[in-house]
């Protein structure tokens, strides 16, 4: 009978598993179409997130609060961290 029980439990924690996999899956859809959305309209307005982070990136500077406009960069345009400092470094 603990045999049967675990064989159950094991089959039921498995279903979970693969329900959770399959939410993930439909979420990472949704999100990705949202982006191609978003990336279109972006373009169609002419919106420059990279000029938009450089401006903010430069105030932040300015300020003397140089690792919040790296990661400020980072977040606007999703570059690296090597290529965010470099940019961060060549606004002074």
């Not at 990279?50 to 105030?59: D, F, G, P, V």
């Not at 932040?60 to 570059?79: D, P």
Request: glycine share 4%.
């Amino acid at each position: 009978m603990p045999e049967q029980s675990a064989a159950w439990l094991s089959l039921f924690l498995l279903a979970l598993v693969v329900v959770a996999l399959w939410a993930v899956a439909r979420i990472d859809a949704t999100v990705r179409r949202a982006e191609r959305k978003l990336d279109i309209l972006m373009k169609c307005s002419g919106y420059d997130p990279a000029q938009i982070a450089t401006l903010e990136a430069q105030a932040l500077v300015r300020a003397g609060r140089k690792a919040e406009a790296v990661r400020l960069y980072r977040e606007l345009t999703g570059v690296s961290r090597a290529e965010a400092v470099a940019i961060i470094e060549g606004l002074h």
